[in-house]
């Protein structure tokens, strides 16, 4: 299958690009290249050909003779929406759609959305399931939801759009984020020996290995599409719901002598726990089997592996916000976070 992966230079897109190649489709990317200074280790054995492009400028001829989009080139994440939220709906919901939209003119037959758990906010139910009314409390959800419900719309015989919510991603990738809580934590147990909560850590979440990710998408590209037609799962394992605190207490059994402290409780009010019993069911081939453990093993192996610094740690790239902020104020991104032209 010939696949093109928007945000093939992010996070999980670099760790998909290797996944799908590895396993035989011909794989293309798009990426504007926000994040492309942040790169923790080689672990990419065949770098995809790359349109160097924003989601709001791309073109049908970009999508022509493609089977498959992936899009995973949102603005990631709260923060970042939250300080700018008029480009976060641009690029977010008018970029996605944009997105979409073009990729069905151009006969692409399946559509694939990497939307989020983050969509249920404060839960109204014990355990949201993909029915579950969504409650979004930042931009950055509300967009997902935007998307979902107008890329839905574009559903047809010869188009179909598959939503797969993620769950809060953790894992090892070339193009690491240390601003997701699993990532982060392991590295301030690494580098600090100390594991600090900026709260109370009462708060759920539900958690997913980068590697669990890219098989879902895997699995939905493979599927027939009776299974996957306009549908939406949620993507991770019901035994993947954490409290903050409980996370904190795994990654310091796995990082000897690190402590833990506790802030108060902040001002973030989300909390939800999920069911992933559709995907395990209903996704042919799907299983998410990877831990918190797991991915705090890797993890340690790998900064023991490139002796991971404390500058390294904090390096700019690899939190998204710190990045962007870095180049609207060194004059390299706009107002609207495109790049600037030099002459």
């Known amino acids: 299958m010939k696949i093109l992966i928007a945000g093939i230079d992010g996070y999980i897109g670099t760790v998909m690009g290797q996944v799908l190649q590895e396993r035989g489709h011909d794989v293309a990317g798009l990426d504007t290249g926000f994040y492309r200074e942040g790169w923790l280790y080689n672990g990419v054995t065949k770098l995809p050909p790359i349109i160097v492009k924003d989601t709001r400028n791309v073109t049908v001829d970009d999508l022509n003779g493609y089977d498959a989009v992936i899009h995973l080139a949102d603005l990631s994440n709260d923060p970042i929406s939250n300080r700018n939220e008029k480009n976060t709906y641009a690029i977010n919901h008018g970029g996605t759609v944009h997105l979409a939209t073009l990729a069905k003119q151009a006969g692409v037959k399946r559509f694939l959305y990497s939307s989020s758990c983050s969509v249920y906010g404060i839960a109204k139910e014990d355990l949201t399931t993909e029915e579950s009314e969504v409650n979004p409390q930042t931009a950055y959800a509300k967009c997902k939801v935007l998307a979902e419900q107008d890329i839905q719309k574009l559903a047809d015989d010869n188009f179909s759009p598959t939503f797969l919510r993620n769950a809060t991603v953790y894992g090892p990738s070339p193009r690491m984020r240390f601003d997701l809580v699993v990532n982060n934590l392991c590295g301030h147990a690494w580098v600090n020996h100390e ?82 019993e559709k995907i395990q069911d209903k996704l042919p081939g799907f299983t998410s089997k990877r831990t918190v453990e797991d991915g705090a093993k890797e993890l340690k192996q790998l900064f023991e592996r490139i002796k991971l610094s404390r500058e390294l740690f904090e390096f700019r790239a690899f939190t998204r916000l710190t990045e962007l902020d870095y180049l609207v104020k060194t004059n390299q991104l706009d107002e609207q976070f495109f790049w600037r032209k030099y002459e």
């Not at 290995?209 to 037609?229: Q, T, Y």
């Not at 059994?253 to 902040?266: E, I, N, P, R, Y």
């Open 195 to 276: 594991i600090r909560m900026t709260s109370d850590g009462t708060p759920w979440r539900p958690l997913v290995h980068i590697l669990d990710v890219c098989e879902a998408f895997a699995c939905v590209l493979g599927a027939p599409k009776d299974s996957i037609h306009n549908e939406v799962f949620n993507v991770g394992n019901s035994t993947s719901n954490y409290r903050i605190k409980d996370i904190a207490e795994i990654i310091k059994t796995v990082f000897a002598g690190c402590t833990v402290t506790f802030g108060k409780l902040d001002g973030d009010t989300r909390s939800y726990r999920v069911s992933f």
